[in-house]
């Protein structure tokens, strides 16, 4: 893959749209990985630093949350804090007793929340929301629905999670720390490999290749491709007066 193409592409598809639909800010949840970080300096390289807007949505305490300040301070774009703690307190608060307590579920809550966070900021500032989320991820359904999969335009749908590193390296801009960083989803403690069982490079293999080199690992992909079909879709219409 040619990154810098790929990385201008990119930029000039985000300012096209931006002067067909007639906006000119972006909001982007920062979250201090390669997704975000990339995301956002295409945003800023296309739009202006001055139109990129970064939230920060820790869920009370987040111990990478240096990472954020540190991408935002770097591109010299405006960032804000909304700190979702309360609000997911308040509705595990509101539940109890009514609905039995579900660890997924729980976890499922936060990028819920920050999606809207950042629909609130994003109608309140004028601005367009940024989906962050890599095929990878997309393709094993490793995505909130309702959550990170709604935005207003899908910045790194059709880029592998292997890619999405390969264009962050062409930006000097960035620090290279945060392209390279560990994926985690910041809510369960562990890493999104650990959690998927799964490596970004099997998986990339797997759609580039058309295999991950490994029969079962494939199985695997294929599995969680088919039983997550419904997070990439729009939601089923029932038609009473289709036959």
Known sequence: MDAQMIRDRLVEKI????????????????????????????????????????????????????????????????????????????????????????????INVGPRLRMTSLRYAAQALGARVVGTGNLSESTVGYCTKDGDTSCDFALLLKLTSMEVVEVGLTMPEIPRHLVVKTPTDGLSGMSDEEKMGITYQAIHD???????????????????????????????VIDPFEE
């Open 15 to 106: 300012r096209n749209l931006a002067q067909r639909q007639g906006f000119s800010k972006v909001v982007i949840g920062i979250s201090g990985g390669k997704d975000s970080t990339v995301s956002a300096a295409l945003c800023a390289r296309a739009l202006g630093k001055e139109n990129v807007i970064g939230i920060m949505m820790p869920d009370g305490e987040q111990a990478d949350i240096s990472d954020s300040i540190e991408l935002c301070e770097a591109l010299g774009i405006t960032h804000f804090t909304i700190n979702i703690g309360d609000m997911h307190k308040a509705l595990l608060a509101q539940a109890e007793g009514q609905i039995p307590f579900s660890r997924e579920s729980n």
């Open 206 to 236: 797997y759609i580039r290749n058309g295999s991950s080199g490994d029969a079962a690992t494939d199985e695997k992909i294929l599995k969680m491709y088919k039983a997550s079909a419904h997070k990439r879709s729009m939601p089923l």
